[in-house]
């Protein structure tokens, strides 16, 4: 990071000279190896709602326009080739088909709904010059160098799971589908039956439809079972980091039978749910869990800068987890908030989940009102767990033993009695399983460990839905499993940081988060 010695204002002409030498950097041909794209916001001064996306090989200037309560968009000016011309959502589906175009280049790539990306991203004030989208193929190599990836807005990154089933959700099978995170809390309150609440859409105008008080995302209307009564209870189940096709294949060859079991019996989206940019793991879980997205719902990403109080924020960590919700927007409603609401009386759990506003149970509410945490025994005697891989592998080992805390505090909370307290059935449960993201990194998504990983949560999952079954309201539950972005494999021979051509400039600058470019902080 160059000295920051003079302060050149956001807006101003010195502040756009510096923003597009730090663009010019980053597109330099030294780095096209690892630099996707840069996306901005009022790109050159052209204004609030304005956008571009540079790549090496062109530009796209796109701008929004009001329409309902969200957005359309209109492309303005292309220059070279379109960086965003394909934002197909069912590209590299199914897994042969991922696997036979491992790291494509940028006219091979699809960036899902791209043009919503950017928009929602930069509606946040906090919101970087410029976003630096990494390669498919790049390898952080200074970063841990994970053979498994995300970040990106690249269909493979950005591509979650969705399978959905159980009391009032339709047999709909694998369904040529995909849907966005933010779709989840809405979908999840119109199958518990809730009243539309009067909030906000995605352009902060009144949503006559909306079940949250700030809703981007849609209920997926196609997964209810029309005329079926409304589940008594709704599970929700995140599996972080896990590669949609990967899940798909291995419940398909009987790796996961809980899953497939789930897979049977509901609706599965073959291309899967979108993650919203940044696809990181806080952003992404808050937006799960709000129905907006992180420029929206203030959890902007696992780090950034906030320029107006000149501090660095960190959300994503062991240390932040605990208050990372300090930042949650007020004018966003949690699932566990609007749950309460719309049921008065009513019990909504998170289990291990850093997105715990207004849930009855949370061991970070705990955390924070100074209770002793239960420790977890020894790695040698826990259930569910593939012992070859926990022994060698440190965050595997670390989070399996967090997994096995989240099973038994689901099926104490589901008995009826959990550390001295009694318990109704929750209304809404929410299980934060974080394995397979570990896994998935380590090994890459194809590799026996990222397999092991989901055998072994599907296992965890089948702890769940055997509690749920002692309840006694098996038949009167809905269950729905996701993650919070995707999985895709590095290359392992494309290293590299941009660090190096961004120093070079001698701009002023922060890189937050490896991708959220401060100019002049
Ligand atoms: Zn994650």
Wanted: hydrophobic content about 40%; glycine content about 10%; some cysteine.
């Amino acid at each position: 990071m160059a000295d920051d010695t003079t302060t050149v204002a956001p807006g101003s002409d010195a502040h756009r000279e510096d923003v597009a030498r730090a663009r010019a950097a980053l597109l330099d041909p030294a780095v096209a190896h690892i630099v996707e794209m840069v996306l901005e916001h009022d790109p050159d001064g052209a204004g609030v709602g304005h956008y571009q996306a540079t790549s090496p090989e062109g530009r796209v200037r796109f701008h929004r326009v009001a329409d309902g309560t969200g957005w359309q968009f209109v492309v303005d000016a292309v220059d070279g080739r379109d960086p965003l011309a394909h934002q197909d959502v069912d590209r590299f589906t199914p897994l042969t088909e991922e696997q036979a175009h491992a790291s494509p280049d940028r006219a091979a790539n699809a960036y899902p709904r791209a043009f919503e990306q950017l928009a929602q991203l930069f509606d946040a004030p906090a919101a970087p010059d410029l976003v630096a989208i990494h390669t498919s193929a790049h390898n952080w190599e200074d970063q841990g160098g994970h053979l498994g990836e995300h970040g990106s807005i690249s269909v493979v990154q950005s591509r979650a799971p969705f399978v959905i089933a159980g009391a009032g959700v339709r047999a709909g099978g694998m369904v040529d589908a995909a849907c966005r995170l933010v779709d989840l809390a809405p979908t999840v309150l119109a199958l518990l039956g809730a009243e539309p609440c009067g909030g906000v859409g995605s352009n902060g105008d009144r949503r006559d439809d909306a079940l949250l008080r700030r809703q981007d995302g849609d209920v997926l209307a196609e997964v209810l079972a029309a005329g079926e009564a409304a589940p008594a209870h709704v599970v929700g189940v995140l599996l972080d980091g896990a590669n949609a096709n990967v899940l798909y294949d291995l419940a398909a060859r009987g790796e996961a039978p809980n899953l497939a079991r789930l897979m049977a019996a509901g609706t599965t989206y073959r291309f899967g749910a979108t993650s919203s940019l940044p696809t990181v793991t806080l952003a992404n879980h808050t937006s799960i869990l709000t129905g907006a997205h992180p420029g929206h719902h203030g959890i902007l990403h696992n780090a950034w800068w906030d320029r107006a109080a000149g501090e660095q924020v960190i959300t994503n960590s062991p240390a932040h987890w605990v208050t990372a919700m300090q930042r949650l927007d007020p004018g966003v409603e949690t699932l566990f908030d609007a749950v309460h609401r719309s049921f008065p009386g009513s019990t909504a759990i998170s289990v291990n989940e850093p997105c715990d506003t207004g849930a009855d149970h949370s061991i970070f509410a705990a955390m924070r009102a100074g209770e002793p945490i239960d420790r977890p025994p020894p790695v040698e005697e826990l259930p569910h767990t593939t012992q070859r891989f926990v022994r060698p592998v440190k965050e595997y080992r670390w989070s399996s033993l967090i997994d096995h805390t989240a099973v038994e505090q689901f099926v104490g909370i589901w008995s009826g009695s959990f550390r001295g307290r009694d318990w109704p059935l929750p209304r809404f449960s929410w299980v934060n399983f974080s394995l397979t993201d570990a896994a998935f990194h380590e090994g890459g998504p194809y590799s026996e460990i990222a397999a092991a990983s989901v055998a072994d949560t599907d296992a965890r999952l089948g702890a769940l839905l055997d509690a749920v079954e002692r309840a006694g309201v098996l038949d009167r539950t809905a269950f729905f499993v996701t993650a919070d972005h995707g999985m895709e494999q590095s290359d392992r021979s494309c290293t590299g940081n941009w660090a190096e051509a961004l120093d070079a400039t001698g701009v002023p600058y922060r890189d937050e988060g490896y991708s959220f470019i401060y100019v002049d902080p």
